[in-house]
């Protein structure tokens, strides 16, 4: 038998934001940190966790009183998996903004990028839109995928101190 399966070619997914708030609620691996990619750890995000984790009214306090230090992803993901309680939540993420138009282009790029559906390729864009950083990760994907920079400057992606941006 071959390593392929019904002729697809099989391939790991990179991680995503709600794929380590899983491992914090559901799951609580006490190795996860130990087990995933380079990669993977890069895209946890303190800010990001610490948003979504406070979306649950019980959690709102210790979510404030965690953020007040500057823990490291893997510290903070230890710590929240042995003070929260284990189990499937469902956090439901307030938005800051109403229905932003983004281009197809861009949320082409997202859908293959995370090899995702259209509906959770514009969520990935209105998260990652909410920090510098994550502007600067969708200019860089843009890139990547061989976008224009005309293009990222119009959609707002062209951040200030950007490696790209000339500004060094």
């Known amino acids: 038998m071959s390593g392929k399966r019904n002729g697809k070619k099989s391939s790991v997914k990179k991680k ?8 914090i609620t559901a799951i609580q691996n006490p190795n996860y ?7 993977d750890k890069k895209s946890f995000s303190n800010y990001m966790v610490n948003r979504f984790l406070s979306m649950k009214p019980e959690w709102i306090e ?3 009183e965690l953020q007040k230090y500057n823990l490291k992803p893997k ?7 042995n003070v929260l309680p284990k189990g ?3 956090l439901k993420y307030t938005k800051g903004r109403n229905n932003m138009d983004y281009p197809e282009w861009l949320i082409n790029i997202m859908r293959n990028n995370d090899e995702s559906n259209r ?3 514009i969520e990935a864009i209105d998260m990652l ?8 990760e969708l200019g860089e994907t843009a890139r990547k995928w061989g976008i ?13 101190g950007s490696v790209n941006s000339g500004n060094l």
Not at 33 to 39: G, H, T, Y
């Open 16 to 23: 995503s934001l709600f794929d380590h708030i899983n491992q």
């Open 33 to 39: 940190w130990e087990e995933i990619s380079v990669e």
């Open 62 to 64: 210790l979510v404030n």
């Open 75 to 81: 510290e903070l993901y230890k710590l929240y998996t």
């Open 88 to 90: 499937k939540r469902w």
């Open 119 to 121: 509906k959770e390729a």
């Open 129 to 136: 839109m909410l920090t510098e950083g994550g502007m600067m």
């Open 148 to 160: 224009e920079e005309r293009k990222i400057k119009a959609a707002g992606l062209q951040v200030v």
